[in-house]
C-alpha cells in the first residue's frame, strides 16, 4: 500500500491531530492574508471588489498547486520543521510587541513597482488584480512552508495546503466574526500558534538526541493528540465561560 496511506491508516489519530493543528495555523494566517486582500480591492468600485477577490482565488489555487510540487522535495529536508517553528514565534511575537501588527498590514498600492507599471497599461482594475497575484504568490509560499514544516505525510501536506486555500476565502471570515464578538480568542489563538511554533523548534532537539525520553514523547501519537486537545480547549473553555458567565467579557450586543 501508498506509504503515506498506510501511515494515516496506521496511526488516524495523529493524522487527525495534524490537520486539526494545520486549520488553526492556516485560519490565523488566512485572516490577515484576507485583511490584505480586502484593503487592496478597497478603492474598486463596489462591482468590481467580488470580481478581483475571485480572480484572486484562481491564482490561489494555481500558485499553491505550482508549490505543491516544490513541497514533494521541500519534505526532504529536516531543517524545515526548526525553521517553521521559528516562523511561527515570529508571528506571535510581531503580534505582541508594543506597535506590532494587530490593525492589520495596510498595503499601499502605489508603492508597488507591479501596480505602477501596470496601470497605465490595463488601467485601475487589471493592475490590482496583478497585485493581488502576486500577494497569492506570496502566501502561497507561507501556507506550503507551515504545512510541510508539520508533516512529512504528502497526503497531509496536500491535505493542508487546500485547507489554506479554504481558510482564505470562508474560514477566515468565521474567525473575524468570533474574535470580532469575543476579542480574548485572539489572545488564545496566538497563544496557540506559540505552542504549536515551540513544538516545530523542538524538532531541532528531536534531531540531534531521537533516543533522548523527550524527543521519544514529542514523536509519539500521544503527543500530537495532546497537543491537539489542548488547543481545542484553549478555544473553548474560555468561549463556553464567557457565554455561561460572562468572563472573559463579550462585546455588547452578543447573547
Not at 529536508?77 to 510587541?97: A, E, N, S, T
Not at 485601475?124 to 507561507?142: G, H, Y
Request: hydrophobic residues 55%.
Amino acid at each position: 500500500m501508498y506509504a503515506p496511506l498506510q501511515q494515516i491508516i496506521d496511526n488516524p489519530l495523529a493524522a487527525l491531530a495534524v490537520v486539526g493543528n494545520l486549520v488553526v495555523i492556516e485560519s490565523l494566517l488566512s485572516v490577515d492574508n484576507a485583511a490584505v486582500l480586502a484593503t487592496m480591492v478597497g478603492d474598486l468600485p463596489p462591482g468590481e471588489r467580488k470580481k478581483a477577490l475571485r480572480y484572486g482565488i484562481f491564482g490561489a489555487y494555481i500558485f499553491r498547486g505550482i508549490c505543491l510540487v516544490f513541497a514533494s522535495f521541500l519534505i526532504k529536508f529536516w531543517f524545515l520543521k526548526p525553521l517553521g517553528g521559528l516562523y511561527l514565534l515570529y508571528l506571535v511575537y510581531d503580534h505582541f510587541r508594543p506597535n506590532g501588527t494587530d490593525d492589520g498590514e495596510d498595503i499601499v498600492k502605489e508603492e508597488s513597482w507591479i501596480y505602477r507599471r501596470t496601470l497605465g497599461l490595463v488601467g485601475k482594475f487589471w493592475a490590482t488584480v496583478a497585485l493581488i497575484e502576486l500577494m497569492d504568490l506570496a502566501f502561497s509560499i507561507d501556507n506550503v512552508f507551515a504545512v510541510v514544516a508539520f508533516t512529512e505525510n504528502i497526503i497531509l501536506v496536500v491535505v493542508g495546503v487546500f485547507i489554506g486555500i479554504l481558510a482564505m476565502r470562508l474560514v477566515a471570515q468565521v474567525f473575524v466574526l468570533l474574535m470580532g464578538r469575543y476579542p480574548f480568542l485572539e489572545t488564545a489563538a496566538f497563544t496557540i500558534i506559540a505552542l504549536l511554533g515551540l513544538k516545530l523548534l523542538l524538532s531541532l532537539f528531536e534531531h540531534f538526541r531521537p533516543q533522548h525520553p523527550l524527543s521519544v514523547f514529542l514523536a509519539s501519537e500521544t503527543a500530537d493528540v495532546g497537543l491537539t486537545v489542548l488547543t481545542v480547549a484553549l478555544f473553548l473553555v474560555p468561549w463556553a465561560t464567557s457565554v455561561l458567565f460572562n468572563y472573559p467579557r463579550r462585546m455588547s450586543g452578543g447573547r
